[in-house]
């Protein structure tokens, strides 16, 4: 059994500068072993170690589906490592440990709509599994309805997939800017308030939020005013996390770890832990 520990090695192929601000880049990795690739084996939500040698590593949640060749991890610029990432040049080694964590129960969202709320940079984990809906099974699926807000049009991530999904005639896009900017033809509005405006109906149907703490704060009582139950609430917690594999006890929400029994929980799952202002 393979040390958890011990990292893969991976190359990075391509470097995409995402947002207007150039704080969020995404970085495409390749395998340097092929056994490595068949022995990563995951699914939407979950998680891996993305390790810069000689500065550390971090957590960062998969932005690939499991459907693409390699790896995508989409990483913003607020600290040692990813300042470190950022510096990374096409061609550079980094190392990746994983997966990690509890992805989202795509065999239980089979036969259900589903509506996806992002905000910001919690878009990746997201695209992640409505990629994956729809490269391995769309058909299972009823009605998607995918929100996602950013504070203004430089900052959406995945622009050009954005695109293309706004075209398809098998799911809802809805984006959203916090306030009005010249040349803008979406909506304009907090993520709570625009979802309470196209009020999806909650009728065998699940929601799966991921957005910073203060969306999650607005956002829930909306979706509890639609009348989303608490069992078809579904959150991917962003929470900081150090060794992905619950030793450390940095991410532990009463007995819980979102490392290891998250990071994706249902609403109900977090009605039972202590209240930690998630």
Same mark, same amino acid.
């Given at each position: ?97 994983? #997966?990690?964590? !509890?992805?989202?129960?795509?065999? %239980?969202?089979?036969? $259900?709509?589903? *509506?996806?709320?992002? +905000? ?108 989303? #139950?608490?069992? !078809?609430?579904?959150?991917?917690? %962003?929470?900081?996390? $150090?060794?992905? *594999?619950?030793?450390? +006890? ?29």
């Amino acid at each position: 059994m393979r040390n958890p520990f011990i990292p893969r090695l991976l190359r990075v192929e391509r470097v995409v500068i995402e947002t207007a601000d150039n704080n969020i880049k995404s970085f495409h990795l390749s395998f340097l072993m092929k056994e490595d690739e068949e022995a990563f084996s995951y699914l939407p939500g979950q998680f891996a170690e993305l390790s810069v040698f000689g500065k550390g590593e971090a957590p960062f949640g998969m932005a690939s589906s499991p459907t693409e060749p390699g790896l995508r991890f989409s990483v913003n610029k607020a600290g040692v490592v990813t300042t470190a990432l950022h510096r990374l040049e096409e061609g550079e080694m980094v190392g990746v440990r994983g #997966p990690l964590g !509890r992805p989202y129960p795509i065999a %239980e969202l089979k036969g $259900k709509n589903l *509506v996806v709320v992002a +905000g910001g940079f919690a878009f990746t984990t997201l695209r992640s599994l409505v990629k994956y809906i729809l490269d391995t099974a769309r058909d299972d699926f009823g009605r998607i309805d995918i929100l996602y807000g950013v504070r203004n049009p430089g900052l959406f991530l995945y622009k050009e997939e954005l695109e293309q999904w706004s075209k398809r005639d098998d799911l809802h896009l809805v984006l959203t800017i916090d306030r009005e900017v010249e040349g803008w033809e979406g909506k304009v509005g907090l993520v709570p308030n625009v979802l309470k405006e196209i009020a999806p109906n909650p009728d065998n149907t699940y929601a799966l939020v991921c957005g910073p703490p203060i969306m999650l704060k607005f956002t829930l009582p909306v979706l509890r005013e639609l009348g989303f #139950p608490p069992e !078809r609430t579904i959150l991917s917690l %962003e929470k900081r996390m $150090k060794c992905g *594999v619950g030793m450390c +006890g940095r991410c532990n929400i009463g007995p819980k770890f979102v490392c290891r029994d998250g990071p994706v929980f249902t609403l109900a799952e977090l009605a039972q832990l202590p209240d930690e202002g998630l």
